[in-house]
């Protein structure tokens, strides 16, 4: 046994262990030389202690800890003793003692670090923390954050497995198909021209696992887009990969609340009860133009389309629909240039102007208050619950082009006006999504979900006559206006999945080329089944309130989907490229 | 709730249960029309129910029931009875009891299946198989058998995750290196000509999370190796990785052979006891001329050099290394015939000749017995232990050469002579592995685990003037002649490191442009650290005795490296291509 084998970690000792000998092990936080004695705050994954070095202990010892700097690992050995009363750290878990040290050893040097180990490297720029991100990742945030993804995954995979459920992976090295995102290709070699594609999701093999009979599956699966990067996007991701058989809606969505609520109280030691509130997708885009709101506040979207139509103001009169929102008391938030960028925002996302109205006692002040009668203005403050000091805000337009204005915005006057208190979690589901949607390009019925996705029962009739009133067996779960998870139930049935293929205009042989072999598994006796997927990425990042998917993430990709420590991706040896017949 | 929610799986109902009304779910297994009664085993993930339909019970229902087929999905109520005396089938855990429908939903139908589940299966072509793996994965088998693997996984996270190790995801899409194995590459739309390449292990990240300071980290992680494929490797493979720092060698021997036990008890219910016996690199290769022998059985390797030279056969003679084996009571199973199988067997290895002896009460069979003089004869007896009815097996080469073919004929006796019970279990240990080995094509030293493994502390002043005899804290876990971990200590110190490199022709700008990113990350303050592999396929494998490694993963690939089931890999539509900048 090496001499340095430790006794405790650097956050373990205590006032209990007073006069014990410890040998710890760990990375030189900071260091200063203090009337005669050296004080060291040693680091290690689960906290820092404090160390000091006396001469008139071991004077050669003190002479090597007189040279200790940033970041150099050592193996100490001491007694553990109480800090002096003035000296105590209460913000240390370990502040109430410190260790004097009788034996030093010193395991590895380092060179001076590009930034601070420390809550100051945050000031520093993420390229060069991303360069370094060995560093980095020292960073006791940092370690707290993967701390907690890792006990995200082991909480999941207890309570699956308690249920019976069987982890099984599936292939990483899969076959392309057309349908969705871009994939990722891997060019095979002994197949030369021929390509693998890595997984988008493992959709088709956890139905597959359900034809062959597993039940209940689940993964924490690899998956992979190769898309544009928006901040919160990255090539490779992880998800909690969920399907079960024999069920319907209501397991799948017990099953997740009982799982959120094991998150919840295990990792945060917060309490939430189920069951979630349920809403249908047509009730969240007519109250909040989206269907994952933020659901920790209100304001909640008013249509005033009616009472538009009467005034005098032409863009009102000439809209299908005009809808808006009462920012309570925020009158005075929003100056005339506040207002504009509000507009340009609102735009941002499809809306063709903003009209704003602020509510004063007896009037409004706004550039369209003289379209209002005063009967009018009456009507208005009564539909939006109008009150002196409230602003309100307009969106004219299609209902459907007025969803994303009216969201966007809603989301961030929450934000702003600080409407709700950002540690609140609040859970709810979003259901009965419609089964279709028009492809704007084609003009043709395509899938929401997945053309695998079940229909409601009591919709079965609509399939030929009104398809577009069809809902569809899908829930999203949505936690602080994110869709933590989603999933549907899917077509096991021969019949009406074809009934289902030929709306979307896929004819046997498209729908063969395209999932042949679930198509040949569904032929041989599939059960009833459904399933679910998590984004782990996003959950790690609610629960530990990051803004940045890169920081749940022990090696991210920049948004050039580049990894700035390895260099990934390169050139490789042209070699290389021959024995795969590229160019 | 649909109607079919079960109340039971059909693994569960037992006499007990008697008179209990239930509810299961499940395929038909097969039907039988008896007596004017339907007959069914309804088979789920969990086992086998006997189902009876009466018409007296419901006319209705006895005719749907009529027309069941295998593979036919169904929810069936009924009551729970025990079977008639006669009747009860003690295979079945269910075998006491039936189930006497009262109700029946036929839930889907399936075609006629191209071969039956069941035993039956293995008599198909694997190819057919594959092919439709959803059905051959819905055999009881393979159910147990994917079953048996989510438990050694959950298992083994269960054990790291108590003792402080933390599982952190590494990136799928890494840095291509030219070490090792031929990469799987993935090319980069975003960077195109440049090509992210799949991990052949989290060797290097490993590594960066101990800079990191992660102290004890573990993965179960896909790995990619794009080799020609032997009979049990696959393109992607799974591993249990694990790392530690401030430890040595022991600890990560300690820490494995704890999970072996409780891999062991827990799944098989098998009780192993540590510490397992080590072996030096040296003795096997000498006793078994392999690290890792199957030491279920004894059979060592003789060294008969100095007598062989002694004799008239200038085969002997002239050998620099003549060492044989003595296969105990083996002289009548094999024939001349028999004899020239194995001669041509052990030249598979490299061997050049095998000289054989029959033992009889006073002399030998062979052609070389001539050769011998009584005194010699005696001699050789003595140095083989050799008994009447013996049959001694030799190979005349370098010392070096030999290995190969010993070891692989001491491996095909054992076997064919049934010399140990196939359901025993051995663990050992082999260390002090040589950290070098000549390169034969360059004559250079290379590393033979990889270029960061640490020498051991004694012999690191023979690194400059006897590299040859510096041995690795080098670790691999044996059982039953696999390797089933294999493990070193890192070296962490930059002026050893700079040694090794320079031994294996590395120069610094070399290193750097190989390992550059670990080798910055080893000078911020690395710890002592070092870690171990486990390959989950092959326990799996030598957990539920299997042969073929197909046999352990859910969708694998064939030896042509494709998916039969998916057609992976396959062609994909030229637009992509050229996002990708491919030809």
Chains 1, 2 share one sequence.
């Not at 000091?52 to 100490?76: C, G, Q, W």
């Not at 034996?103 to 360069?131: C, D, H, Q, W, Y």
């Not at 207890?158 to 349908?179: A, I």
């Amino acid at each position: 046994m090496p001499s340095w084998q430790r006794t405790h970690t650097c956050g373990e000792l205590r006032l209990d262990h007073e006069g014990e000998e410890a040998t710890l092990n760990g990375w030189v936080n900071n260091w200063r030389d203090h009337g005669g004695l050296v004080f060291i705050d040693l680091r290690d994954r689960y906290g820092m202690t404090q160390v000091v070095f006396d001469p008139n202990t071991d004077e050669e010892m003190h002479k090597v800890a007189r040279d200790l700097r940033s970041e150099y690992v050592i193996s100490v050995v001491g007694k553990v003793a109480p800090r002096l009363e003035g000296k105590r750290n209460p913000k240390l878990d370990t502040g109430d003692i410190e260790l004097k040290a009788t034996k030093l050893e010193l395991l590895n040097r380092s060179e001076v670090t590009p930034f601070e180990i420390g809550p100051e490297a945050e000031a520093t720029s993420e390229e060069i923390r991303l360069r370094h991100r060995y560093l980095d990742l020292r960073r006791p945030r940092m370690q707290r954050i993967l701390d907690l993804r890792h006990r995200v995954c082991k909480t999941t995979r207890d309570y699956l497995s308690e249920r019976g459920f069987l982890e099984v992976e599936t292939p990483m090295l899969g076959r392309s198909t057309p349908e969705g995102a871009r994939d990722f290709l891997v060019p095979s070699r002994v197949n030369p021209g021929d390509f693998y594609a890595l997984p988008q999701s493992p959709q088709l093999y956890k139905q597959i696992l359900m034809v062959a009979g597993y039940d209940r599956y689940f993964q924490i699966a690899r998956c992979f887009r190769d898309e544009d990067l928006r901040a919160n996007r990255q090539p490779e991701f992880t998800q909690v990969d969920i399907e079960m058989s024999f069920i319907d809606m209501d397991d799948i969505i017990g099953l997740i609340e009982g799982l959120a609520c094991e998150i919840m109280s295990g990792i945060l030691g917060r309490t939430i009860t189920p069951p979630f509130p349920r809403y249908t997708w047509d009730d969240l885009m007519r109250r909040y133009g989206v269907d994952r709101p933020d659901l920790r506040f209100g304001m909640e979207i008013v249509d005033i389309t009616g009472l538009a139509h009467e005034t005098d103001f032409k863009v009102f009169q000439q809209a299908p629909s005009v809808r808006g929102l009462n920012a309570k008391g925020a009158a005075d938030r929003y100056s005339r240039k506040g207002l504009d960028e509000l507009t340009a925002f609102a735009g941002e996302y499809g809306a063709r102007g903003l009209a704003w109205l602020k509510v004063d006692a007896n009037s409004f002040t706004s550039p369209i208050a003289k379209f209002f009668s005063e009967e009018q203005a009456g009507k208005l403050r009564e539909a939006m619950g109008a009150e002196p000091g409230d602003l309100l805000l307009f969106v004219a337009d299609r209902y459907d082009a007025s969803h994303a204005p009216l969201a966007a915005l809603r989301h961030r006057l929450g934000k702003e006006l600080e409407l709700y208190n950002p540690d609140d979690f609040h859970f709810s589901w979003c259901v009965d999504f419609p089964l279709l949607e028009h492809d704007a390009d084609t003009g043709h019925w395509v899938a929401r979900h997945h053309p695998f996705t079940m229909p409601l029962e009591e919709d079965w009739h609509l399939l030929e006559t009104e398809p577009e009133k069809v809902r569809a067996k899908a829930y999203d779960l949505i936690v602080n206006g994110e869709e933590a998870a989603g999933g549907t139930i899917r077509l096991h049935k021969p019949d009406l999945q074809a009934k289902v293929f030929s709306l979307i205009g896929l004819d046997e042989e498209e729908a063969q080329k395209r999932f042949g072999f679930l198509l040949d598994a569904l032929k041989y006796g599939a059960p009833p089944h459904g399933g679910i997927a998590m984004g782990l990425d996003r959950w790690v990042m609610l629960l530990a309130k990051l803004e940045n998917i890169r920081d749940c993430i022990a090696f991210p990709k920049t948004q050039r989907a580049t990894d700035l420590m390895t260099g990934a991706p390169s050139e490789v040896e042209p070699r290389h490229l021959r024995e795969l017949g590229l160019k």
